[in-house]
């Protein structure tokens, strides 16, 4: 079982940066976990949870439209860590973030939150203008 746990929330102003972190217990130690994928999702109030990234253990990652060109996605294996950093803050940033873990779909890291099997409790960023 992988245990996830978000950090690095806050409030920030429109046109900043901030940035997650996400330490799992696991991080693809074993051969089958070499497809162990981790993302973000994010989910704003009265909105469905929207997906903003993923990386798999070996580098692999994609990034939604949303947020294309102004997250960046970078892993810490050793430490078993996926950060998250969004710049050019933006009002609509503004939501619980969480992160997930999973495996790779077609060798690629699935944008549906259905996919993912383990959760962290989330931590909330919110964007003023």
């Known amino acids: 079982q992988v245990q996830l746990v978000e950090s690095g929330g806050g409030s920030a102003q429109a046109g900043g940066s901030l940035s997650l972190s996400c330490s799992a217990s696991q991080y693809g130690e074993t051969y089958a976990d070499s497809r162990r994928c981790v993302g973000w999702f994010r989910q704003a109030p009265g909105k469905e949870r929207e997906y903003v990234g993923a990386?798999?253990?070996?580098?692999?990652?994609n990034i939604a439209d949303s947020v294309l060109g102004r997250a960046i996605l970078s892993q810490d294996k050793d430490k078993h860590t996926l950060r998250l950093q969004i710049n050019s803050l933006r009002p609509d940033d503004t939501g619980m973030y969480s992160c997930?873990?999973?495996?790779?779909?077609?060798?690629?890291?699935?944008?549906?939150?259905?996919?993912?099997?383990?959760w962290g409790q989330g931590t909330q960023v919110t964007v003023s203008s």
């Open positions: 990386v798999r253990r070996d580098g692999i990652r």
């Open positions: 997930a873990s999973g495996q790779d779909v077609y060798g690629d890291c699935p944008r549906q939150s259905r996919t993912y099997i383990y």
